[in-house]
C-alpha cells in the first residue's frame, strides 16, 4: 500500500470521534467553504469528517488523475484489458475533433447524430410511419447500459416528454415484454433493438418475441425495428434496414453510451433539441472537469469524498437519494456504471488491489425512502454516507408548496443525520410527556438518535435536460477519478462474463436434460425447478 494510504488512514484514525458539528463551530465559514460548484450545481460536502488536514491529503490522491484524463480526452487506448479508447466524451463534444489512430473520428460521429435526429424527427412528426399509421408507442429492447440511461433520463426528463409513448423492455423474464406489449397496437409501434454486441441473450430473446408478435398483425415487420449497435453484421443479418441501423465505436463503453444511439428512445421522446441541450449539460461538466483545479474540480471532489467514506472510513455502501421523484431510476443508473466500472479487485497491471475497490451503491428518492428504510440510516449500528440531491425549482408552478416541504425534508435529513438527539434531549422530551423513572430511561434510550452522520448534498436550479447532463457527465467522472488513484480499468466487465457463460450451461439441465459438470446444489435447484413445474 502506497505511503499516502496510510498517511490517510493514520489522520482519520487521530480522528478519533471528532464530530462533524465540531467542525462548523471551530470554521464558522466551513459551510460557504466546503462546497464545490461548476456552472450553476453546488456540491456540498460540508456535513462530513473532511477537514482542512484530510483534505490536503485527499488532494495528494488526486495527483495522477490529471495525465490520464488527458490521455482519455485525447483518443489513447487506457481502457487496456481490452485494447480500446474512452471517448463517450466525444459523442457530447459534436464541434470538436478526435483523433483516433491518425483519423478525426468526429465526421462520422456528427453524421450518426444527424442520421439519429432526422429519424427521430420523423418518428415524431408522422414521417416515418406504422403500417397502421404514426408511430404511437416505441419500445427500447435493451438491458445493462443499453438501458438503463434512456430509461432513466426518459423518466427524469418527463416533461419534456412530446413525442410516442417510449417503453423499455430489458429482463429476459417473459413478464417484462409480456406486460410492455400488452395493449399495444403493432402496426403502429416502433421497435429499437439496443445492444452494442447484438449478441446479449436477454435482448436478442426479447428482440425475437417482438418480431412474433408482430408477424401476422403486419405484412413487413421488419420495416418497423431499429437498430442501435456496434456490430451491423449482426443487424444485416437480423433482416434490419441499414438505413434504421445507429452504429457506434467500441471506444463508447456499454454504460456510458446514452449521449449516442443508444439514446435515440430518450431522442424520440423529447425531441432532438432537447436532447442536444442534455448533450450540452455533460459538455459543460466535461469542460469543467479539464479545466478546474482539483481543489474546485467537482467530479474530483465527489470522488475524494467518495473514497473519504469508503476506503478511509471503511463505511460499505452508499445511498444516493435524489429529492426528486423523476430520478426515481438514477440509483439503479448508478449502480451500474459505479458497480460495473470499479467492482473490481485487480490493478490494471493484474496484482491483487490493496484497497477496498468501493462501495454498494443503492438508493430510493425522497421523501418514499424515509418512510422504509432511513430508520436504519439514522439509528442503525452501520453508518451510511448519504448523497442527496434537490433541484431548488420544482417543475410544476402551481404545486410550489409540494416542492417547499419535498426541500424542507431534504435539508431536514442531512442536518438530523448530522445532528442526532443526544439521550439527555430524548429524556425531556420523555418527561414532559409524563414518563419518570426507569421508564422514562428505557423509553428515552429509544429515541436517541447518535447524529454524527455525514452526508452530502448536490443543489442544482431545475432538473432538465441541461443539468440531467451535468449530473450524469459528473457521475461518469467521478467514477473515472475513483478508477485512477485506485489504479483500476474502470472500463471492462469481466465480472459479468461467468455467469452468463454458466446460464448457457445450465439451462439444458432445466429441460430435463444430463449437463454433467455443475455442482450438487445447482443439480438438486434445476431437479426442484423440474418437479414444481410438473
Ligand atoms: O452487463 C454486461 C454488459 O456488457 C454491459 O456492460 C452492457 O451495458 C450490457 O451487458 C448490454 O450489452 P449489449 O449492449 O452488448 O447488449
Given at each position: 500500500m502506497t505511503e499516502i494510504w496510510k498517511r490517510l488512514g493514520d489522520y482519520r484514525d487521530a480522528q478519533g470521534d471528532l464530530r462533524i458539528s465540531d467542525l462548523f463551530a471551530s470554521n464558522a465559514k466551513r459551510a460557504e467553504d466546503c462546497v464545490t460548484s461548476a456552472d450553476g450545481m453546488v456540491f456540498d460536502w460540508s456535513k462530513t469528517t473532511i477537514d482542512a488536514g484530510a483534505i490536503e491529503l485527499l488532494l495528494e490522491l488526486a495527483a495522477p488523475v490529471a495525465l490520464r484524463r488527458d490521455a482519455m480526452f485525447s483518443g489513447e487506448r487506457i481502457n487496456e484489458t481490452e485494447d480500446r479508447a474512452v471517448l463517450h466524451t466525444a459523442l457530447r463534444n459534436l464541434e470538436g475533433s478526435v483523433i483516433v489512430e491518425g483519423q478525426d473520428v468526429m465526421p462520422m460521429v456528427r453524421e450518426t447524430h444527424r442520421r439519429m435526429s432526422d429519424f427521430a424527427r420523423a418518428v415524431r412528426d408522422g414521417g416515418f410511419v406504422g403500417q397502421g399509421g404514426r408511430i404511437t408507442d416505441v419500445v427500447n429492447i435493451g438491458i445493462g447500459g443499453s438501458d438503463l440511461g434512456p430509461a432513466m433520463a426518459t423518466r427524469a426528463l418527463s416533461p419534456w416528454h412530446d413525442g410516442p409513448r417510449v417503453h423499455f423492455v430489458s429482463n429476459v423474464d417473459g413478464a417484462d415484454i409480456a406486460d410492455t406489449l400488452k395493449g399495444l397496437d403493432p402496426a403502429t409501434t416502433l421497435i429499437i433493438v439496443a445492444s452494442k454486441t447484438f449478441t446479449t441473450i436477454e435482448t436478442m430473446t426479447n428482440a425475437e418475441t417482438a418480431r412474433n408478435w408482430m408477424t401476422g398483425a403486419v405484412t413487413a415487420p421488419a420495416m418497423q425495428f431499429a437498430a442501435l449497435s456496434s456490430a451491423s453484421g449482426k443487424t444485416a443479418e437480423w433482416g434490419i434496414d441499414p438505413e434504421r441501423v445507429f452504429g457506434f465505436e467500441d471506444w463508447v463503453g456499454g454504460r456510458y453510451?446514452?449521449?449516442?444511439?443508444?439514446g435515440l428512445s430518450l431522442m424520440i421522446a423529447i425531441g432532438p433539441e432537447a436532447f442536444d441541450r442534455f448533450l450540452a449539460g455533460a459538455l459543460a461538466m466535461d469542460r469543467h472537469f479539464r479545466s478546474a483545479p482539483d481543489a474546485e474540480n467537482l467530479p474530483v471532489m465527489l470522488a475524494l469524498v467518495g473514497i473519504w467514506h469508503n476506503q478511509i472510513c471503511g463505511y460499505g455502501t452508499r445511498a444516493v437519494l435524489p429529492y426528486d421523484n423523476r430520478l426515481a431510476r438514477l440509483p439503479a443508473y448508478l449502480q451500474q456504471l459505479e458497480m460495473e466500472s470499479n467492482g473490481k479487485s485487480v490493478a490494471m497491471d493484474g496484482s491483487d488491489l490493496e484497497?477496498?475497490?468501493?462501495p454498494v451503491i443503492w438508493g430510493e428518492p425522497g421523501t418514499n425512502g424515509q418512510h422504509a428504510f432511513y430508520q436504519l440510516i439514522h439509528q442503525g449500528t452501520q453508518i451510511i454516507p448519504c448523497e442527496f440531491m434537490l433541484a431548488a425549482r420544482g417543475h410544476e408552478p402551481e404545486l410550489a408548496h409540494h416542492h417547499l416541504l419535498l426541500a424542507a425534508n431534504c435539508l431536514a435529513q442531512s442536518e438530523a443525520l448530522m445532528r442526532g438527539r443526544s439521550l439527555d434531549e430524548a429524556r425531556a422530551l420523555m418527561r414532559a410527556k409524563g414518563l419518570e423513572g426507569a421508564e422514562l430511561e428505557r423509553q428515552a434510550r429509544h429515541r436517541v438518535f447518535p447524529g454524527n452522520r455525514p452526508s452530502t448534498t448536490l443543489l442544482f436550479p431545475e432538473l432538465s435536460p441541461f443539468t440531467l447532463g451535468q449530473i450524469v457527465a459528473l457521475y461518469e467522472h467521478r467514477v473515472f477519478v475513483e478508477g485512477v488513484i485506485l489504479g483500476i480499468n474502470s472500463f471492462d466487465q469481466w465480472g459479468v462474463e461467468l455467469g452468463k457463460e454458466l446460464a448457457l450451461k445450465v439451462a439444458p439441465l432445466l429441460e430435463g436434460k444430463s449437463a454433467p459438470g455443475h455442482d450438487p446444489s445447482t443439480e438438486h435447484l434445476a431437479k426442484l425447478v423440474l418437479q414444481m413445474r410438473s
Amino acid at each position: 500500500m502506497t505511503e499516502i494510504w496510510k498517511r490517510l488512514g493514520d489522520y482519520r484514525d487521530a480522528q478519533g470521534d471528532l464530530r462533524i458539528s465540531d467542525l462548523f463551530a471551530s470554521n464558522a465559514k466551513r459551510a460557504e467553504d466546503c462546497v464545490t460548484s461548476a456552472d450553476g450545481m453546488v456540491f456540498d460536502w460540508s456535513k462530513t469528517t473532511i477537514d482542512a488536514g484530510a483534505i490536503e491529503l485527499l488532494l495528494e490522491l488526486a495527483a495522477p488523475v490529471a495525465l490520464r484524463r488527458d490521455a482519455m480526452f485525447s483518443g489513447e487506448r487506457i481502457n487496456e484489458t481490452e485494447d480500446r479508447a474512452v471517448l463517450h466524451t466525444a459523442l457530447r463534444n459534436l464541434e470538436g475533433s478526435v483523433i483516433v489512430e491518425g483519423q478525426d473520428v468526429m465526421p462520422m460521429v456528427r453524421e450518426t447524430h444527424r442520421r439519429m435526429s432526422d429519424f427521430a424527427r420523423a418518428v415524431r412528426d408522422g414521417g416515418f410511419v406504422g403500417q397502421g399509421g404514426r408511430i404511437t408507442d416505441v419500445v427500447n429492447i435493451g438491458i445493462g447500459g443499453s438501458d438503463l440511461g434512456p430509461a432513466m433520463a426518459t423518466r427524469a426528463l418527463s416533461p419534456w416528454h412530446d413525442g410516442p409513448r417510449v417503453h423499455f423492455v430489458s429482463n429476459v423474464d417473459g413478464a417484462d415484454i409480456a406486460d410492455t406489449l400488452k395493449g399495444l397496437d403493432p402496426a403502429t409501434t416502433l421497435i429499437i433493438v439496443a445492444s452494442k454486441t447484438f449478441t446479449t441473450i436477454e435482448t436478442m430473446t426479447n428482440a425475437e418475441t417482438a418480431r412474433n408478435w408482430m408477424t401476422g398483425a403486419v405484412t413487413a415487420p421488419a420495416m418497423q425495428f431499429a437498430a442501435l449497435s456496434s456490430a451491423s453484421g449482426k443487424t444485416a443479418e437480423w433482416g434490419i434496414d441499414p438505413e434504421r441501423v445507429f452504429g457506434f465505436e467500441d471506444w463508447v463503453g456499454g454504460r456510458y453510451s446514452m449521449w449516442g444511439p443508444i439514446g435515440l428512445s430518450l431522442m424520440i421522446a423529447i425531441g432532438p433539441e432537447a436532447f442536444d441541450r442534455f448533450l450540452a449539460g455533460a459538455l459543460a461538466m466535461d469542460r469543467h472537469f479539464r479545466s478546474a483545479p482539483d481543489a474546485e474540480n467537482l467530479p474530483v471532489m465527489l470522488a475524494l469524498v467518495g473514497i473519504w467514506h469508503n476506503q478511509i472510513c471503511g463505511y460499505g455502501t452508499r445511498a444516493v437519494l435524489p429529492y426528486d421523484n423523476r430520478l426515481a431510476r438514477l440509483p439503479a443508473y448508478l449502480q451500474q456504471l459505479e458497480m460495473e466500472s470499479n467492482g473490481k479487485s485487480v490493478a490494471m497491471d493484474g496484482s491483487d488491489l490493496e484497497i477496498v475497490s468501493g462501495p454498494v451503491i443503492w438508493g430510493e428518492p425522497g421523501t418514499n425512502g424515509q418512510h422504509a428504510f432511513y430508520q436504519l440510516i439514522h439509528q442503525g449500528t452501520q453508518i451510511i454516507p448519504c448523497e442527496f440531491m434537490l433541484a431548488a425549482r420544482g417543475h410544476e408552478p402551481e404545486l410550489a408548496h409540494h416542492h417547499l416541504l419535498l426541500a424542507a425534508n431534504c435539508l431536514a435529513q442531512s442536518e438530523a443525520l448530522m445532528r442526532g438527539r443526544s439521550l439527555d434531549e430524548a429524556r425531556a422530551l420523555m418527561r414532559a410527556k409524563g414518563l419518570e423513572g426507569a421508564e422514562l430511561e428505557r423509553q428515552a434510550r429509544h429515541r436517541v438518535f447518535p447524529g454524527n452522520r455525514p452526508s452530502t448534498t448536490l443543489l442544482f436550479p431545475e432538473l432538465s435536460p441541461f443539468t440531467l447532463g451535468q449530473i450524469v457527465a459528473l457521475y461518469e467522472h467521478r467514477v473515472f477519478v475513483e478508477g485512477v488513484i485506485l489504479g483500476i480499468n474502470s472500463f471492462d466487465q469481466w465480472g459479468v462474463e461467468l455467469g452468463k457463460e454458466l446460464a448457457l450451461k445450465v439451462a439444458p439441465l432445466l429441460e430435463g436434460k444430463s449437463a454433467p459438470g455443475h455442482d450438487p446444489s445447482t443439480e438438486h435447484l434445476a431437479k426442484l425447478v423440474l418437479q414444481m413445474r410438473s
